[in-house]
């Protein structure tokens, strides 16, 4: 069965520092999801990004977060300057509608650890 | 009020038992409701999907949806130590998806 697949699967950073998160997504999906899972809570909404563009972003997605899809297969996600706060489990996800329409299928997320 | 409460768990019972895992919702937008299962250090895997009221199967498995009280629930028959695991709730009414805490189930040989 076709998967979302993530890496790296732990990123360790210093605070300040710049990641870059990196996804494949399900080959003929089109909608791209970012979440993130901080310790002990629940999956949060970061963004949605359909047609070369987000659709959709959370009060979480500030300036500090893009979002790329850099050539056909590859979904990225960047935070430009790490705070300690960002260390969190995040998951990328893929539809092949909209999420109305069609459920996301996850990957198994990239461990991020800020110190 | 929280759009998605779910009791965290954990849920321990034994095997062969059958499981009532619930989620209720504050948002009458929501349509479409989900539940998923996470293994530990893993992503959240899809189970069921369900549209508006209503019943849905699928093998062990049940998924139902009350609109009316904004109740949804998930009911496993049967249950394994290998359904040991976090199943997320979660719901949308057009974009993005809204999850529950997540109920940790624990099923004991």
């Known amino acids: 069965e076709p998967e979302v697949t993530q890496t790296p699967s732990h990123q360790v950073t210093q605070m300040g520092q710049e990641v870059i998160l990196r996804c494949v997504p399900i080959?003929?999906?089109?909608?791209f999801y970012w979440y993130r899972q901080i310790l002990g809570q629940k999956v949060e909404f970061l963004v949605s990004?359909?047609?070369?563009?987000?659709?959709?972003k959370s009060e979480i997605f500030d300036d500090q977060f893009s979002v790329e899809r850099p050539d056909g297969s590859n979904f990225t996600l960047k935070i430009r300057s790490t705070k300690l706060e960002d260390s969190a489990m995040y998951f990328c996800?893929?539809?092949?509608?909209?999420?109305?329409?069609?459920?996301?299928?996850f990957g198994n997320g990239t461990r991020l650890t800020v110190t | 009020q929280k759009e998605v409460e779910q009791d965290p768990g954990p849920l321990s019972v034994p095997e062969g038992a059958i499981v009532s895992l619930n989620c209720t919702y504050s948002?009458?937008?929501?349509?479409?409701f989900m539940w998923y299962r996470q293994y530990s250090r893993k992503g959240p895997e899809l189970l069921m999907y369900?549209?508006?009221?209503g019943n849905k199967e699928d093998g062990r498995f049940t998924a139902q949806v009350d609109k009316s009280s904004k109740y949804i629930s998930l009911f496993i028959r049967d249950s394994q130590p290998s359904d040991s695991a976090t199943y997320l709730c979660?719901?949308?009414?057009?974009?993005?998806?809204?999850f529950g805490t997540g109920t940790r189930l624990l099923v004991s040989p």
């Open positions: 948002n009458s937008a929501f349509q479409y």
């Open positions: 996800a893929s539809s092949d509608r909209e999420v109305r329409n069609s459920p996301l299928h």
């Open positions: 990004f359909y047609n070369n563009e987000i659709s959709e």
């Open positions: 080959s003929n999906h089109l909608y």
């Open positions: 979660a719901m949308t009414g057009f974009q993005k998806l809204v």
């Open positions: 369900t549209y508006s009221s």
